[in-house]
């Protein structure tokens, strides 16, 4: 249950800058999130979803960042294996030594989920 080597296994593609990431990645169907979520119609939560774009946007400047309030949410789409998702991040200073986050994830020009993260 390792989602950062799950996550180096999904990514097809990434591109950093202090200012953002884009990344796309897509999900065999045997990562540990599927099971249960649900049996017979596996889907990304979206906690997972929240979770990985933490972690790009941590990789993207060089540091583990720790969630520290979801300002935004907005899950359209279920999200299942072999998927193939967009993740387009921005990254801007906030005050009190938070970063703020904002993602859109879609698939196929298609929007999946918007959300705006505050993370330290």
């Known amino acids: 249950m ?3 080597r799950t996550l180096d296994q999904a ?3 990434f591109d950093a800058a202090p200012q953002g990431v884009r990344a796309t990645l897509c999900f065999a169907g045997s990562e540990f999130f599927f099971e249960g979520h649900f049996p017979d119609d596996p889907i990304v939560p979206a906690v997972v979803q929240i979770d990985i774009a933490l972690r790009l946007a941590g990789r993207a400047l ?3 960042l720790a969630l520290r309030e979801v300002t935004r949410a907005v899950f359209k789409q279920p ?3 072999g998927q ?3 993740f387009d991040i921005e990254l801007r200073p906030a005050e009190q030594d938070l970063t703020r986050i904002k993602c ?3 698939s196929k020009g298609n929007s999946i989920a918007e ?3 505050r993370a330290s």
């Open 11 to 13: 990514t097809v593609k």
């Open 104 to 106: 859109g994830i879609s």
């Open 62 to 64: 060089g540091r583990t």
């Open 2 to 4: 390792n989602l950062n």
């Open 79 to 81: 999200v299942g294996p």
């Open 115 to 117: 959300f705006a993260l």
């Open 84 to 86: 193939e998702l967009n």
